[in-house]
């Protein structure tokens, strides 16, 4: 078996782009955006969120995607190269990467389970008249906290069947541990074959959520009750952007939602032709992604207002954040709707698919930078590239086990908070200072210029110089001062947990300071030789700088990825742009 020697790309650039966008567009997008905006002055939000987006979104997935398609390596290889000294941020986003695909793949799983359960008539949220139900179960929504509705139940009686807390572990529940392993099954056919496999599913995962979109929007719009929950969304109310939380909130959404730090869209363009144009792909991803978290918060709020017409109680009281949405208000919504198992089917289907492109990304960067780096000892192991992915997911199924107990809901809660609230922060930080200021924005322009023949304009210069790391630094301190700890609904994590917590979200931060103090101990010379050496591009490379396709093709190398063992793919001449 012979290794190929040249990194395979995208059989053509849409489906990068694609893939891309299905990455960026998330759970988090239907769930986490339309509450941010209604609690953050309805359509006033839009003014902080389309400003950092403009300001931090957009240049910092530029600079992600350059660094990723120019050193045509994951980003463990590529922040080693771009700055050794920093180089454990690349290791950091692999293993935020591996945790959050952990616990992200919990969420598909429930999402199934309403998938299968929505094929009944009447749906099983619908009424109280189930074995599971309590006493104070109620069909309507009420302002009391002693009663809980059908859909609440279902949630937390029948799916999860949840303890009184993280003290009490419960047993596995077997029914969700089979559509947990139901769903690796299906994420691991459809990226076992790396981009070439993942760029044809993306067509339909990609695509599809937004016909659903549009269908419910369309359908919901047609309810009475609508244009009031449309206007309690978008109806500005000014006075709240004199608050620092929204601009730090509007700014955390940006990041999380682009997956700026999660290295993910560095791995997927580091497989990009080499002079493709990376502006016109961060436009498109950035741009399709705020559309839909937008298009998203009109179809959540259209059934809001339908929900507070039914039940004559005030929308404030129905929004909720995070997968309560999801799971529980939304489905009470088509309860009551005409053919209410056709859009439960279809709501279902649409998160699945959201989930599914996001978790591809997730798993891809964990395989892309293990094979960046341990090729030959990987492939003398497994003997084939797609048995080291399926060992992956394996391992990542097993270590989700804890999320399918009766105290699942829980341990999803904590690795959340601590993984994408804590981790990612810091993550991001000291990518920025190593790309914008380490390695520097005029070496980045150099090598935007030498992939496509034009610098980057003034304004991209300046965000990566000035505007980011000032922005990034200002969110960073003010998520460090205004920390909660974690907790789920009205429970407050015990200090045990919290302690977890930490552990958790210290398994991707450690990363940075022993990448650092590795680099310093392996370069030559005097303390302050390496310290010099260990800000310099290159320094660890064996290679001196040469341009891609001398790097590339002509002897074997083994810090390239191979996406299938058994296929040889022409090698691509370095001016193809595969448009």
């Not at 190269?81 to 695909?101: N, R």
């Not at 389970?113 to 929505?118: G, K, N």
């Not at 006493?135 to 139940?153: V, W």
């Given at each position: 078996?012979?290794?190929?020697?040249?990194?395979?790309?995208?059989?053509?650039?849409?489906?990068?782009?694609?893939?891309?966008?299905?990455?960026?567009?998330?759970?988090?997008?239907?769930?986490?955006?339309?509450?941010?905006?209604?609690?953050?002055?309805?359509?006033?939000?839009?003014?902080?969120?389309?400003?950092?987006?403009?300001?931090?979104?957009?240049?910092?997935?530029?600079?992600?995607?350059?660094?990723?398609?120019?050193?045509?390596?994951?980003?463990?290889?590529?922040?080693?190269?771009?700055?050794?000294?920093?180089?454990?941020?690349?290791?950091?986003?692999?293993?935020?990467?591996?945790?959050?695909?952990?616990?992200?793949?919990?969420?598909?799983?429930?999402?199934?389970?309403?998938?299968?359960?929505?094929?009944?008539?009447?749906?099983?949220?619908?009424?109280?008249?189930?074995?599971?139900?309590?006493?104070?179960?109620?069909?309507?929504?009420?302002?009391?906290?002693?009663?809980?509705?059908?859909?609440?139940?279902?949630?937390?009686?029948?799916?999860?069947e949840q303890t009184s807390g993280v003290d009490e572990a419960g047993v596995v529940r077997w029914e969700l541990f089979l559509i947990l392993l139901l769903a690796w099954v299906l994420i691991y056919f459809c990226i076992f074959k790396g981009v070439k496999s993942t760029g044809k599913v993306v067509y339909f995962t990609a695509l599809f959520p937004y016909v659903i979109l549009i269908a419910l929007l369309i359908n919901n719009a047609q309810l009475p009750g609508a244009l009031d929950g449309i206007s309690f969304f978008i109806v500005p109310k000014w006075d709240k952007l004199l608050s620092v939380e929204v601009w730090v909130n509007a700014a955390a959404q940006i990041f999380n939602s682009i997956g700026i730090g999660y290295?993910?869209?560095?791995?997927?363009?580091?497989?990009?032709?080499?002079?493709?144009?990376?502006?016109?792909?961060?436009?498109?991803?950035?741009?399709?992604?705020?559309?839909?978290?937008?298009?998203?918060?009109?179809?959540?709020?259209?059934?809001?207002?339908?929900?507070?017409?039914?039940?004559?109680?005030?929308?404030?009281?129905?929004?909720?954040?995070?997968?309560?949405?999801?799971?529980?208000?939304?489905?009470?919504?088509?309860?009551?709707?005409?053919?209410?198992?056709?859009?439960?089917?279809?709501?279902?289907?649409?998160?699945?698919?959201?989930?599914?492109?996001?978790?591809?990304?997730?798993?891809?960067?964990?395989?892309?930078?293990?094979?960046?780096?341990?090729?030959?000892?990987?492939?003398?192991?497994?003997?084939?590239?797609?048995?080291?992915?399926?060992?992956?997911?394996?391992?990542?199924?097993?270590?989700?086990?804890?999320?399918?107990?009766?105290?699942?809901?829980?341990?999803?809660?904590?690795?959340?908070?601590?993984?994408?609230?804590?981790?990612?922060?810091?993550?991001?930080?000291?990518?920025?200072?190593?790309?914008?200021?380490?390695?520097?924005?005029?070496?980045?322009?150099?090598?935007?210029?030498?992939?496509?023949?034009?610098?980057?304009?003034?304004?991209?210069?300046?965000?990566?110089?000035?505007?980011?790391?000032?922005?990034?630094?200002?969110?960073?301190?003010?998520?460090?001062?205004?920390?909660?700890?974690?907790?789920?609904?009205?429970?407050?994590?015990?200090?045990?947990?919290?302690?977890?917590?930490?552990?958790?979200?210290?398994?991707?931060?450690?990363?940075?300071?022993?990448?650092?103090?590795?680099?310093?101990?392996?370069?030559?010379?005097?303390?302050?030789?390496?310290?010099?050496?260990?800000?310099?591009?290159?320094?660890?490379?064996?290679?001196?700088?040469?341009?891609?396709?001398?790097?590339?093709?002509?002897?074997?190398?083994?810090?390239?990825?191979?996406?299938?063992?058994?296929?040889?793919?022409?090698?691509?001449?370095?001016?193809?742009?595969?448009?």
């Open positions: 078996m012979e290794q190929q020697l040249n990194r395979p790309t995208w059989s053509r650039q849409i489906e990068f782009t694609l893939a891309a966008i299905g990455c960026a567009v998330g759970l988090g997008n239907v769930w986490r955006f339309p509450y941010l905006c209604y609690r953050s002055g309805g359509g006033a939000f839009l003014v902080p969120y389309l400003l950092m987006l403009l300001v931090l979104g957009v240049p910092l997935l530029y600079m992600e995607l350059t660094v990723g398609q120019y050193t045509r390596r994951g980003p463990v290889h590529a922040l080693a190269t771009v700055c050794p000294l920093l180089k454990g941020v690349g290791i950091a986003s692999v293993a935020i990467s591996f945790i959050l695909c952990i616990y992200y793949n919990v969420v598909i799983t429930w999402a199934l389970y309403y998938l299968f359960s929505s094929f009944q008539a009447p749906l099983p949220w619908q009424n109280c008249n189930n074995t599971w139900n309590t006493p104070n179960c109620t069909n309507h929504a009420t302002n009391s906290s002693l009663s809980s509705t059908a859909s609440q139940e279902f949630f937390k009686y029948k799916m999860l290295g993910s869209l560095m791995a997927m363009s580091s497989y990009n032709s080499f002079n493709n144009n990376v502006l016109k792909d961060t436009l498109t991803i950035s741009i399709i992604n705020s559309a839909t978290s937008i298009l998203a918060g009109f179809v959540i709020f259209s059934a809001f207002g339908y929900m507070s017409h039914l039940q004559g109680i005030p929308i404030s009281d129905l929004a909720v954040d995070g997968p309560g949405l999801v799971f529980i208000v939304y489905p009470q919504a088509f309860a009551n709707m005409p053919v209410s198992q056709l859009w439960a089917v279809m709501f279902f289907c649409m998160l699945l698919c959201l989930g599914l492109d996001s978790e591809f990304a997730m798993v891809e960067v964990m395989v892309t930078s293990l094979m960046d780096e341990f090729y030959h000892h990987l492939i003398t192991f497994f003997k084939r590239k797609e048995l080291f992915v399926l060992a992956i997911c394996g391992a990542a199924c097993l270590l989700g086990i804890p999320c399918v107990m009766q105290v699942g809901v829980y341990v999803f809660q904590l690795m959340d908070h601590y993984t994408a609230i804590v981790s990612i922060l810091f993550l991001a930080f000291f990518e920025v200072i190593a790309i914008c200021w380490s390695y520097g924005v005029n070496r980045l322009s150099d090598n935007l210029e030498e992939m496509t023949g034009k610098r980057p304009n003034i304004f991209f210069r300046l965000c990566w110089l000035i505007v980011a790391p000032v922005l990034v630094t200002v969110i960073l301190i003010f998520s460090i001062i205004q920390f909660k700890p974690a907790r789920y609904e009205d429970y407050v994590f015990p200090p045990w947990a919290q302690g977890v917590g930490w552990v958790i979200a210290m398994g991707s931060i450690i990363w940075i300071p022993l990448g650092a103090v590795h680099t310093l101990w392996v370069l030559p010379g005097s303390f302050m030789q390496k310290l010099k050496l260990s800000v310099t591009p290159y320094a660890l490379n064996e290679k001196p700088k040469m341009p891609y396709y001398e790097r590339g093709g002509g002897e074997t190398h083994p810090g390239i990825a191979v996406i299938s063992s058994d296929i040889q793919l022409p090698e691509k001449p370095p001016i193809q742009t595969n448009l």
